[in-house]
């Protein structure tokens, strides 16, 4: 990259986002009571975001000029979503009784139709939020918000692509993602910290966690193993496998679709970046049936956790912290978004008598998505943890195809 930044040399920055990622995660494994006190107010999340984006804001590294944003979204970021697709136990999340799935989807639901309703109110106060359609229009930047708030960081970046979101309005909905979910996320585990308290009032029925609880304890205890050198290949084997299998496919998908029917491109069928993330989507899922899910017992998925964390980082070298004051009006937007994902989620909690454990847990996934789902799944009991994961990846399978739908409903919005 040629860029007046102090540093210019791809290598250089990797090296320094890897030290950020090792610095952070050392950090908020630590004893000492200091850092133990700085992450109860600050996840580690919002650090792996927000410590590269001072690289960016004060000039060290130019985000924009990096290829590395490039190269984690097409290479890393594909086999991310495979190893994470790949430890979905459908049979599993269906164990957890309808109630559990009832509001993961409902939280589903709030993000897909909470995009336009917000921005359908906000732009009663700023019509200049609706009406264009060029890369930095806001329904477009907001499309990456759905992606982030239904799987995570990988969807975010498809949607970025899919959508061809330009890098301001991009930098400004990753600063908007950032804060209000973290927002919400301090407000869930607090929420769970007063868990009995609450189904005791609602009346909700605990038992189904109870057994369940049991369960995780037994499955981790009995196939949990330390990987091998050769369970290690095998992970990059079919992360890349398959990686390389989608990339091949989708430069021919793209341009037949672009060339014969050109009028998908509405539905973004001439996206080569679609149909890699939708291929490996499909692959991944249909790999979970298969005896090579059992590579999450070695470790798959704490592999593709590694892969996104540098894709977060690249991610944060977009993001210009300075804007945040500049506009307001888009934290007006995701807050008003979150409010509405929130009042629905509790409304039909409320509804069904739900544990507070799966209204919080099913919103954590949408919105926090593998990374920070068993964080609050932990708060409420340390083996429901991979609960949260398990949720997270069945929202990663279902963030690209709900996120490209809440982006075609947020085009009609904005006209």
Not at 105 to 128: E, F, H, K, N, Q
Not at 143 to 171: C, R
Not at 225 to 243: E, Q, W
Request: glycine residues 10%; proline residues 4%.
């Amino acid at each position: 990259m040629t860029t007046s930044a102090m540093v210019s040399n791809d290598a250089t920055a990797l090296g320094l986002l890897a030290v950020i990622l090792g610095f952070v995660f050392y950090t908020s494994s630590s004893p000492h009571p200091f850092w133990q006190k700085f992450y109860k107010y600050i996840p580690a999340l919002l650090l792996c975001y927000f410590l590269p984006s001072l690289l960016n804001t004060f000039g060290v590294i130019d985000g924009h000029a990096s290829q590395l944003y490039f190269v984690a979204s097409r290479y890393l970021l594909p086999a991310c979503l495979v190893l994470l697709i790949l430890s979905v136990d459908l049979k599993a999340i269906l164990g957890l009784g309808p109630k559990a799935v009832i509001m993961f989807l409902t939280g589903t639901l709030g993000i897909v139709i909470g995009g336009p309703i917000a921005l359908l109110l906000v732009s009663m106060i700023d019509p200049s939020l609706v009406g264009n359609n060029g890369p930095d229009a806001v329904w477009r930047g907001m499309t990456t918000l759905a992606g982030s708030w239904i799987g995570g960081g990988a969807n975010q970046a498809a949607m970025k692509e899919i959508y061809e979101v330009g890098g301001e309005i991009f930098s400004v909905m990753v600063t908007v993602d950032v804060i209000v979910a973290n927002i919400w996320m301090a407000v869930l585990l607090f929420m769970a910290s007063k868990a009995k308290e609450i189904d005791a009032k609602t009346g909700a029925d605990t038992s189904a966690i109870e057994s369940l609880k049991q369960k995780v304890e037994k499955y981790h205890a009995e196939n949990s193993r330390i990987p091998s050198l050769r369970d290690i290949m095998m992970i990059v084997a079919v992360g890349f496998g398959v990686t390389g299998f989608a990339h091949f496919a989708a430069d021919f998908l793209g341009p037949f679709f672009e060339a014969n029917y050109p009028w998908t491109e509405d539905y973004s069928l001439t996206s080569k970046f679609f149909w890699l993330v939708v291929i490996v989507t499909t692959v991944g899922l249909g790999l979970s049936f298969s005896p090579i899910r059992h590579l999450e017992a070695a470790g798959a998925s704490k592999i593709a956790s590694a892969f996104l964390y540098i894709l977060v980082a690249t991610i944060g070298l977009h993001m210009d912290v300075s804007k945040i004051m500049d506009t307001p009006i888009y934290f007006l937007v995701g807050i008003v978004w979150m409010i509405v994902h929130a009042g629905l989620m509790l409304f039909v909690a409320k509804l069904i008598k739900a544990p507070l454990f799966y209204m919080a847990v099913g919103s954590q996934a949408n919105v926090g998505g593998a990374a920070s789902a068993p964080v609050v799944a932990a708060a409420f009991h340390p083996a429901l943890a991979p609960v949260g994961v398990l949720l997270a990846v069945f929202g990663y399978a279902l963030g690209t195809y709900m996120a490209w739908l809440c982006g075609q409903l947020l085009q009609v919005v904005a006209g």
